[in-house]
């Protein structure tokens, strides 16, 4: 069973002897159930993406498909009453402010305080008495908003390919669609929570106890994401892993990417090699637990790199982009992991991810002391020797 947890950490994998293997078992169980969604609507839409899908036709296994059509319906329910809430200009100019702060670093704190502004009227209207309606428009205007955050910029990029087939569908076709995925998504949430829910025990009370304080932040809709999406990045996770697990095994050279949260260390402590953006840890110190690991991994790894922020993560995979004979398993929280997964595999890099066993970086979860998070060491040992 889960330990009890602290109001800053949202989830936890780990049990009281800090071992998640349950967990992992667990996870396994309940995506093998939602691969096995048997509903006939379903597969055809499946089957129909898979001819007509474009940017990304070979790349994705159909089990990737499912999963992006359960990622859309969960985004349904989260955010269409957002969006409905929300103007097209004002969606636009998020867009368009991630898009400096991503290029340009001097800029970055004006421009987040500005998109902290934006993001704290983005509200739904809990006022309006009937409900949404899922149309090619509100679809449109939903990859918008993915995109306008910045937290789902990849699963924008493959929800849009859905698009072309939402556009050949009547009036009669697109409301059959809502009904198929919204039982869909009612089914997995339904499971998920009960085999789990004792892992994210925590994500209700931390959202309804800190909702206030995220009110102006840019990052307010990462830290305050929903239970269902830990269990959908939970999910998703596990079934990145299989379909990237082909092209990952035919690699020679191992390169664990840690984020830096896990160091317990500041900055100035950090020894760190700096090369660009590349950092490799050197295992100087045994009460930090990427040195930790960095020690025991001597012989299964090529490198142990520190992950940079997440608007540096892409220029910070180019090192790897076409390198055939070199995977990566890249290891992050779990509302973190899934766009980055998606960003390696854009790149076609091989790769594997491993989650943290929980949260704790300063920036987003603990601002007024950091807390060094970890990871099951076994379950790194797995992904490295499978």
């Not at 306008?148 to 050949?168: M, N, P, V």
């Not at 994210?200 to 800190?210: A, D, G, K, R, Y």
């Not at 390696?344 to 949260?359: E, H, K, N, R, T």
């Amino acid at each position: 069973m889960a330990t009890k947890m602290t109001n800053t950490l949202t989830y936890q994998l780990n049990d009281s002897e800090g071992k998640s293997y349950e967990f992992y078992d667990k996870l396994r169980s309940i995506t093998s159930e939602i691969i096995d969604y048997n509903d006939s609507s379903i597969q055809l839409l499946i089957a129909e993406i898979i001819n007509n899908s474009s940017d990304f036709k070979n790349k994705r296994t159909k089990n990737e498909y499912l999963f992006e059509l359960l990622m859309l319906g969960v985004f349904k329910v989260n955010y269409l009453d957002t969006i409905s809430n929300t103007g097209w200009f004002k969606l636009k100019l998020l867009k368009l402010l991630y898009s400096i702060r991503s290029s340009n670093r001097r800029l970055k704190p004006s421009v987040d305080f500005l998109r902290g502004k934006l993001m704290a009227t983005l509200v739904p209207n809990h006022k309006k008495q009937e409900k949404e309606t899922f149309t090619l428009n509100t679809f449109k205007k939903l990859i918008l908003f993915l995109q306008a955050t910045g937290d789902y910029k990849e699963e924008a990029l493959r929800l849009k390919d859905w698009e072309i087939l939402l556009k050949s569908m009547t009036s009669e076709e697109m409301e059959a669609f809502e009904i198929s995925i919204e039982a869909f998504v009612q089914r997995f949430q339904l499971r998920a929570r009960s085999v789990l829910g004792e892992y994210t025990l925590n994500v209700n009370h931390f959202i309804n106890s800190n909702r206030d304080d995220y009110k102006d932040r840019e990052d307010r809709l990462l830290c305050l994401r929903q239970e269902n999406e830990y269990h959908l990045n939970m999910i998703g996770a596990e079934i990145m892993n299989e379909a990237l697990r082909p092209e990952y095994l035919k690699t020679n050279n191992k390169v664990v990417l840690l984020p830096t949260c896990m160091r317990g260390v500041t900055d100035k402590e950090c020894k760190a090699t700096h090369s660009g953006l590349v950092r490799e840890c050197i295992g100087c110190r045994i009460d930090c637990n990427i040195g930790k690991i960095k020690q025991t991994l001597k012989k299964e790894t090529q490198a142990l790199f520190l992950v940079p922020h997440s608007s540096d993560f892409s220029r910070f995979l180019k090192k790897w982009q076409g390198q055939k004979d070199t995977a990566l398993i890249g290891v992050a929280c779990v509302p973190n992991l899934i766009m980055g997964g998606y960003e390696m595999q854009s790149l076609g890099i091989p790769s594997q991810c491993v989650f943290l066993d929980y949260c704790g970086c300063q920036k987003h979860w603990s601002p007024d002391k950091a807390i060094a998070t970890n990871l099951d060491l076994n379950r790194l040992y797995y992904i490295l020797n499978q």
